[in-house]
């Protein structure tokens, strides 16, 4: 491993752990030449996923664009990263533990609109409304009854049942 601080390519490590993921080990390390200290982060090779797109289009599988989608959703809300963070690792988690070469888009946005419903449901409406491109606003009058048990009269009037 190349220090950071004096570049020379002999350093020990010091302590090993698990990061803030079952992915990632977390190693501290000590130069051998200036004695600096600094830390590593080790992740297991991923094998590549492909993610089918609507209009038959591939490609590769990330975690960051379900992370950036989820952001968009959490936009003013309050919704810790850390919480959408921990999301994504999971959701990667279960798509990398199938073994599948190909996960079409539609199976990754039901995936984020489960956890999204549990963790803020206005998160979760401007999320559906995106992924399952509303034309209306009966469609959001639906996801809304959905979530709520909200009636909507003909006086546009809403009602809890």
């Known amino acids: ?3 950071p601080f004096c570049g020379s390519l002999n ?3 010091l302590d090993s752990r698990s990061s803030r993921d079952v992915y990632t080990v977390k190693r501290r390390r000590e130069c051998l030449e200036c004695a600096s200290r600094f830390n590593t982060y080790e992740t297991v090779e991923d094998s590549i996923i492909y993610v089918l797109k609507r209009d038959g289009t591939r490609e590769v599988f990330s975690t960051e664009k379900i992370l950036r989608g989820m952001l968009v959703a959490c936009r003013r809300r309050p ?4 919480c ?3 999301v994504a690792d999971v959701i990667k988690g ?3 533990g199938r073994a599948q070469i190909e996960i079409p888009s539609s199976e990754i946005g039901t995936a984020i ?3 999204l419903k549990n963790i803020d449901e206005i998160a979760y409406i401007r999320f ?4 399952q491109d509303f034309k209306s606003v009966q469609e959001f009058i639906n996801i809304v009854q959905s979530i ?6 003909k006086k546009r009037k809403f009602t809890l049942n």
């Open 84 to 86: 959408l963070k921990s």
């Open 113 to 115: 609109l489960k956890y």
């Open 128 to 131: 559906a409304s995106v992924y």
């Open 1 to 3: 491993m190349k220090c």
């Open 11 to 13: 350093a020990r490590v």
């Open 94 to 96: 279960e798509f990398y």
């Open 79 to 82: 919704v810790s990263i850390e």
């Open 148 to 153: 709520k048990g909200i009636t909507y009269k």
